[in-house]
């Protein structure tokens, strides 16, 4: 990957340290149609990139009450 589609990540502002926290990489967006997340806890672990579409859909449902919390 070169140094313009290395991932940049951010959490949440309204994450607390409870830990159960993921960070995004929302500047491969445009470039490369695709939001990488991963576990905040594990920065060097796995990462999995979804496609923005399913990604907006997936905040969408979050923010209408349509995914419940744990």
Known sequence: MTTELSPRWFKSSYSNNG?????VAANLI???GV???RDS?????PVL?????SFVS???GIKG?????V
């Open 58 to 60: 997936f905040v969408a």
């Open 35 to 37: 939001v990488p997340v």
């Open 19 to 23: 830990g159960a926290c993921i960070e």
């Open 49 to 53: 990139d979804f496609h923005t579409s």
């Open 30 to 32: 445009a470039s490369c």
């Open 65 to 69: 009450g349509e995914v419940g919390t």
């Open 41 to 45: 806890k594990n920065p060097s672990g």
